[in-house]
């Protein structure tokens, strides 16, 4: 491109009134500064928007729609951009001052190129490292063992990103990023940052699915099978590991489900999990299966 790529940074936010502050100072104070943020506000009760005023400028915008998870606060502002990549960015993570400059240095050298994935790390809420990526191999290739990055690195060619929404069903909520991954890695190479330019910082209000009903966390994994399972890009995609991706989402399920003192529930997706494929028995999350389901029995 003659032009300096624009970034649409677009940040969904629901209730982060609290939160959301240091997220778009991380923002602002890029090194790379062809950029225009769009916030998303998913139905806010709090003060979100009373918060968000003072940063907004030219290339800060704000736009406030109906609560309907993530999914479509992400599908909206992809719709609202103007830019060449738009970013998905989670509104409590941060981004350090070269992170776009870091997306930008990988287009220029590879070209208008469909995904990028960002460097990242995990922190808790004292700054201690708990996880930091590592691209040793390209980062698609495992996507069918697990969910290999999350939201907030990921930046995508807007072009592309029209063409493959986020899926809106409510019920996916908290597996629809995965989703979507499975499905851009099945037409897509992902071009990688080994430089961590993104943190997520874990605390106990991280947007994740509480297990409040079961059956709703239920809904969510096995939607997840139906959505990725009947995707005949993702299935060729994953060709002989389907069964084994299969697999470790019902023995993901099982464990969650014994984690919450679901015990007869975590059974029968155990059993799933084996007849989906027998392998699941030297899983590391087979054993946690058990400690957890024997804790629970002794307890």
């Given at each position: 491109m003659s032009h300096p790529v624009l970034i649409s940074i677009i940040v969904p936010t629901y209730n982060r009134a609290h939160l959301i502050s240091p997220t778009i100072e991380s923002i602002l104070a890029q090194t790379y500064t062809n950029f225009e943020l769009i916030i998303v506000d998913d139905g806010s009760t709090d003060d979100t928007e009373a918060v968000?005023?003072?940063?907004?400028?030219?290339?800060?915008?704000?736009?406030?729609?109906?609560?309907?998870?993530?999914?479509?606060?992400?599908?909206?502002?992809?719709?609202?951009?103007?830019?060449?990549?738009?970013?998905?960015?989670?509104?409590?993570?941060?981004?350090?001052?070269?992170?776009?400059?870091?997306?930008?240095?990988?287009?220029?050298?590879?070209?208008?190129?469909?995904?990028?994935?960002?460097?990242?790390?995990?922190?808790?809420?004292?700054?201690?490292?708990?996880?930091?990526?590592?691209?040793?191999?390209?980062?698609?290739?495992?996507?069918?063992?697990?969910?290999q990055v999350?939201?907030?690195?990921?930046?995508?060619?807007?072009?592309?990103?029209?063409?493959?929404?986020?899926?809106?069903?409510?019920?996916?909520?908290?597996?629809?990023?995965?989703?979507?991954?499975?499905?851009?890695?099945?037409?897509?190479?992902?071009?990688?940052?080994?430089?961590?330019?993104?943190?997520?910082?874990?605390?106990?209000?991280?947007?994740?699915?509480?297990?409040?009903d079961p059956d709703q966390f239920i809904r969510r994994y096995t939607k997840f099978i139906h959505y990725t399972t009947s995707d005949p890009g993702v299935v060729a995609f994953l060709g002989k590991n389907k069964n084994y991706f299969v697999m470790k989402t019902y023995l993901l399920l099982a464990v969650d489900l014994v984690l919450n003192n679901c015990k007869l529930l975590g059974c029968k997706y155990l059993l799933k999990a084996f007849f989906t494929s027998p392998k699941v028995i030297f899983e590391r999350g087979f054993y946690a299966f058990i400690k957890h389901f024997l804790r629970h029995i002794i307890s």
């Open positions: 968000i005023q003072k940063y907004l400028s030219e290339k800060v915008f704000y736009f406030k729609k109906n609560n309907e998870e993530r999914a479509a606060a992400r599908n909206y502002g992809t719709k609202k951009a103007k830019g060449d990549y738009v970013n998905w960015f989670d509104s409590d993570d941060m981004m350090s001052p070269d992170n776009l400059q870091e997306a930008a240095n990988n287009i220029a050298k590879n070209g208008m190129v469909e995904v990028i994935i960002q460097g990242f790390q995990y922190i808790d809420g004292a700054g201690k490292l708990i996880h930091e990526s590592n691209f040793d191999r390209p980062v698609h290739l495992d996507m069918y063992i697990a969910n999350a939201n907030s690195p990921v930046i995508v060619r807007r072009d592309i990103a029209l063409a493959n929404p986020f899926n809106e069903d409510r019920e996916l909520s908290g597996s629809e990023d995965y989703e979507l991954w499975l499905r851009l890695a099945s037409k897509y190479p992902f071009f990688t940052s080994e430089k961590r330019t993104v943190t997520y910082i874990l605390h106990d209000e991280r947007s994740t699915v509480v297990m409040s």
